[in-house]
């Protein structure tokens, strides 16, 4: 009788994490340091958001400065160039989007089916490398790529053109920043998908030898299936970080004559409220932006469940 | 026991000796007995010593008055943050020196700290302890306005010049290629344009004017000066104006479209760097630039042709033909390090008597020159002369740094700028002269004036908007991108955007500074 009611009675919640406690022991510890990174860098600085509503100055402190309820949100949205800065940064992220994502799938698929292991090696060695140099010497290369006397000269020239800088050209100023952007990600974002590429079955592919498959036929039927879920769930995600453009490197090789294609949310916040001390301004206009992706994070995440039953929960 | 006493006296004796060139002069009267220890926050770099604490003028001092400092430097560029975080956890020290021209460390400025109490009044307590600083201050009347707010209050110790030094930066002209086409200085901007033509055709300069990457240069608002108007605020009579919406704008930018579209400016002047912009000059690509005054004789040196290359200050030519610009920046005798004792302070008394001490005769004999035949000499004219020591240092040291190890390039003293004159050429000392001689009655000092916190923040927040407007409109306007037609267009915008409204504010501020 005991017996019978514990297993259809759920035992209280202390007991059973003291369970399972026992046996996940090493899990648990080694998601420790991860939840700690969370609370520590992302939970805890919430209460921070409260500066957006505050006219906020430290030597008062979060609790002891005035409230000012929505007036930056305001100031923002009832600015000159707010939407001239939502446009841009939007764009740009679309853009993003479009051009860099499925570039690092295909360069994944293409390095795949490469079949000389050192050239293959060397040739992802290359590809990382711009990811992890500093976004100051990017902007230095980029700037020296788009000065008149580089790149940009040698374009201008074929068209019969004086050379000047693509930069100082608002039309250009998009271009520059997605491909400099595939440039930049494009090596080290393959990684995952080459990963999840090893993760699949050999025999698959033996199998389609046997059957007559060329070599396009088992990328198109094997491979890109078997990587689908894995580009789903980094579509999302990279959807819900669509206005999260690359600021700092934005910072670096803009300015002022082609703001109309590169002025974003970021840079012109950067302006308005870090140079000015504006503290409450930048806070307000940064909580904004979370807001807008969580709604498209949320959205595309909704639509993936329906559609392809991938999703983040 | 003899032996003792010897290795005693002679480690005496050593020590006097390493200690003698640097005993010169009077003693001041002590602060303390060594008992008191002062927390100092102040922004210093140095290549040859980390602290304040080892520079021997400093030790000096700390000597002669008994009063030990805790001198506390902040990280390169993360000034603003550590005082955020001393604020923040209400660790503020004793003192704090901004280390620079501006005062701006609290959000909504000094008026708003004293206020606040974050930073002392220190009227009353200079009235009682000062000996040097506030009686000098008293005595002259333009220390006297522009070393306290506009209400009389005194936040901080200031650095006061004995001269107040003029216009350090201007324009630079090629003088030895204006000698060869046998070309006078150019006086108006018709005789500006036939030189860079010249420069351009006889002299193989490919972009003879390098205009500066926003299309104008903040600081000497050069060429816009010669159009009567700048890019930002200045005053005529006393009346605040806008520079970048009059109509006097558009002559300067119709003038840079010109020149622009003829091949006198550089194509990609708003994405040229500095080490683009430092070729042109050295490789003579261009020959009117802006330059420092220090500058010239480097521009020379790090030329392609040194013999021959002269770069010399010209005079800000004027629109028309008679006349002369009345706008140039300039700077006052009070020259900021706005030194403020702070509301943590516990002896208020001994911070105000030390930083007093500063302005005593012998700590500004001590700060301009150093000590005798260390860093400077009394020369056959009876004039005192820096060492090599100092000009031309052996470990290879700028001046900069060797003169924050032996005495102070800049702080809280009395500068004596002619300590200088032996350093630099004869091109360079004339130069502050000739940038100084236009008027400079249309200059507004922002750095000088105090503003309301509400009126700073309302100010901020138009002009930011507005400054958006006017830098990305005047790049599209001078490369074409733009046809000035739209000018009238951009006075209605900005009228919009509520530039009236922030020339009605900085009238506000003007008046009370104006009326000191």
Redesign the interface.
């Known amino acids: 009788m005991d017996l019978n009611a514990a297993r259809f009675k759920r035992a209280p919640l202390g007991v059973r994490l003291a369970k399972d406690w026992r046996l996940n022991r090493l899990a648990y510890i080694m998601a420790l340091p991860v939840a700690a990174y969370f609370i520590t860098f992302c939970y805890l600085p919430m209460y921070g958001v409260a500066i957006a509503f505050k006219k906020y100055?430290?030597?008062?402190?979060i609790m002891g400065s005035a409230w000012v309820g929505l007036k930056y949100f305001r100031?923002f949205t009832g600015?000159?160039?707010f939407w001239r800065t939502i446009r841009n940064t939007f764009l740009l992220g679309v853009f993003d989007i479009v051009w860099a994502f499925p570039a690092a799938i295909a360069f994944a698929l293409l390095v795949n089916e490469m079949k000389f292991a050192r050239l293959k090696k060397t040739i992802q060695t290359i590809t990382y490398l711009p990811y992890f140099v500093s976004s100051v010497v990017i902007a230095g290369v980029i700037?020296a790529f788009?000065?008149?006397n580089g790149l940009a000269g040698i374009y201008f020239n074929l068209l019969g053109q004086?050379?000047?800088?693509f930069?100082?050209?608002?039309r250009y100023f998009r271009s520059v920043y997605v491909i400099s952007n595939i440039w930049q990600y494009m090596g080290f974002n393959s990684i995952i998908y080459l990963a999840a590429l090893a993760g699949i079955d050999q025999e698959l592919y033996d199998a389609a030898v046997i059957d007559g498959a060329g070599r396009w036929r088992r990328l198109l039927n094997i491979s890109l299936p078997g990587i689908a879920p894995t580009i789903a769930i980094l579509f999302i995600m990279r959807l819900g970080s669509t206005l999260n453009v690359g600021s700092e490197k934005i910072l670096l090789i803009y300015?002022?004559?082609i703001?109309?294609t590169s002025?974003v949310i970021a840079t012109?916040t950067y302006?308005?409220g870090l140079l000015?001390?504006?503290?409450g301004y930048s806070t307000a206009v940064g909580l904004l932006n979370s807001l807008v992706n969580f709604v498209i994070l949320y959205a595309a995440n909704a639509l993936s469940r329906r559609v392809s039953e991938v999703s983040l929960w | 026991m003899k032996r003792r006493f010897f290795a005693i006296a002679l480690t005496a004796a050593l020590a006097m000796a390493a200690a003698a060139p640097l005993t010169a002069g009077a003693e001041l009267e002590k602060i303390s007995d060594g008992t008191v220890t002062l927390s100092v926050f102040y922004p210093f770099h140095n290549d040859a010593i980390v602290s304040l604490a080892d520079n021997q003028t400093v030790q000096k001092l700390e000597e002669m008055t008994g009063v030990r400092i805790e001198w506390l430097h902040p990280a390169r560029g993360q000034e603003?943050e550590q005082f955020?975080l001393m604020?923040?956890s209400n660790t503020l020290p004793d003192i704090i020196n901004p280390g620079g021209e501006g005062n701006?460390f609290?959000?909504?400025g000094a008026a708003k700290a004293v206020e606040?109490g974050?930073f002392l009044r220190l009227n009353e307590l200079l009235d009682q302890y000062s000996q040097y600083y506030w009686p000098m201050v008293s005595a002259d009347p333009d220390f006297r306005r522009d070393a306290v707010m506009d209400d009389g209050t005194a936040y901080g110790f200031a650095m006061l010049e004995k001269e107040a030094q003029g216009t350090y930066s201007g324009l630079g002209v090629r003088q030895d290629w204006l000698d060869e086409l046998g070309l006078e200085q150019p006086t108006t901007i018709d005789e500006l344009e036939i030189v860079l033509t010249a420069f351009k055709e006889r002299k193989g300069a490919e972009t003879p004017f390098l205009l500066p990457?926003?299309?104008y240069d903040e600081e000497t608002m050069m060429l816009m000066a010669s159009f009567d108007t700048t890019h930002a605020f200045y005053q005529v009579d006393g009346q605040a104006r806008w520079g970048a919406w009059e109509d006097n704008f558009k002559l300067y930018l119709e003038k840079m479209n010109d020149w622009y579209n003829k091949g006198l400016i550089p194509?990609?002047f708003?994405?040229m760097?500095d080490s683009?912009r430092n070729a042109a000059k050295s490789t003579g690509k261009a020959g009117l630039y802006k330059i420092g005054f220090w500058e010239l004789e480097s521009a020379r040196k790090n030329s392609v042709d040194p013999d021959n290359f002269r770069v010399v200050a010209l005079k800000t030519p004027y629109y028309l033909d008679e006349g002369e610009p009345s706008l140039r920046f300039t700077n006052s005798k009070v020259r900021g390090f706005f030194t403020s004792i702070t509301g943590s302070c516990e002896n208020p008394e001994a911070a105000v008597k030390w930083m007093d001490a500063w302005y005593s005769p012998e700590m500004t004999e001590l700060c301009n020159w150093g000590f005798e035949g260390l860093t400077y000499y009394v020369g056959e004219d009876g004039l005192k002369h820096l060492s090599d020591l100092v000009i031309s240092n052996p470990n290879g040291y700028s001046l900069t740094t060797v003169m924050g190890q032996y005495f102070m390039q800049s702080g809280t003293f009395v500068r004596d700028l002619s300590r200088e004159w032996d350093i630099y050429t004869d091109d360079e000392n004339a130069a502050t002269g000739i940038w100084s001689s236009t008027p400079a009655d249309w200059f507004i000092s922002e750095a000088l004036l105090s503003p309301t916190s509400e009126e700073g923040d309302e100010l901020?927040?138009l002009m930011?908007?507005i400054n958006?407007?006017r830098?990305?409109r005047?790049?599209?306007w001078i490369?074409g991108?733009e046809p000035l037609d739209t000018f009238e267009q951009y006075q209605e915008?900005a009228r919009s955007?509520g530039i009236e409204r922030a020339i009605e504010i900085k009238q506000q501020v003007l008046d009370r500074y104006n009326s000191r």
């Open positions: 100055s430290p030597i008062k402190g100031e600015g000159y160039f700037l788009c000065a008149p004086t050379p000047r800088s930069l100082g050209d608002a300015n002022a004559g703001y109309e002025d012109f302006r308005k000015e001390n504006n503290f | 603003q955020n604020m923040a701006q609290y959000p909504g606040d974050v990457s926003k299309g194509s990609d708003s994405t760097d683009q901020a927040t930011s908007d958006t407007l830098d990305e005047v790049i599209n490369m991108v915008t955007m």
